[in-house]
């Protein structure tokens, strides 16, 4: 799962001020940023997603932002659910000359990718089982690739937001 922290650090004339005090006074500023942050890393993180056979874990990849009192917190992320139980051996794939995986595991992926009948996918699945226990499966890395393929637009981001409120509390100075 991709999270952002956004730390904030307080100098000059601001290093008196409480980083709440700070955060109520910019919330919508960096609220509105953290948005269009967590919706760049959603897309990016989206289309690294493979689409499987049902395409549940597509679907089930969800973002949000969160306020707390003294800071605001986006994530990216799969929801509870039948299919986050795959996000993490996509994500990171499967070692090899491991245990087999379960029985029927994999028949539904089978019909749906392969075209093969029901009866068909039920008597040759013993072989993708295997071959992924020997071979093991490569990681997809979505997350990792979708946060990294972000980074830049998200930094970008929060750089300008900075210089909006530095502007800002220049101008209530004068």
Known sequence: MS????????????????????MDA???????????AVAATYIAVKGYTPKGASGQLNVAISREVINFP????????VKEGGSRQYAKPVEFGRGKNLKWPPKGALINWLIVKLGMTPKMAKQRE?????????????????????????????????????????????????
Not at 70 to 77: E, I, N, W
């Open 26 to 36: 910019h919330r919508a500023a960096i609220t509105e940023q953290m948005q269009k």
């Open 70 to 77: 003294s800071s605001v917190q986006g994530r990216v992320f």
């Open 126 to 174: 013993w072989l993708f089982r295997r071959s992924i226990a020997i071979k093991g499966i490569n990681p997809v890395l979505m997350f990792f690739k979708g946060f990294h393929e972000s980074r830049s637009i998200v930094r970008g981001l929060f750089r300008n937001t900075g210089k909006v409120i530095k502007e800002k509390l220049a101008d209530a100075r004068k």
């Open 3 to 22: 999270t952002y922290y956004v730390k904030i650090k307080l100098s000059g004339h601001l290093a008196t001020a409480s980083r709440k005090a700070f």
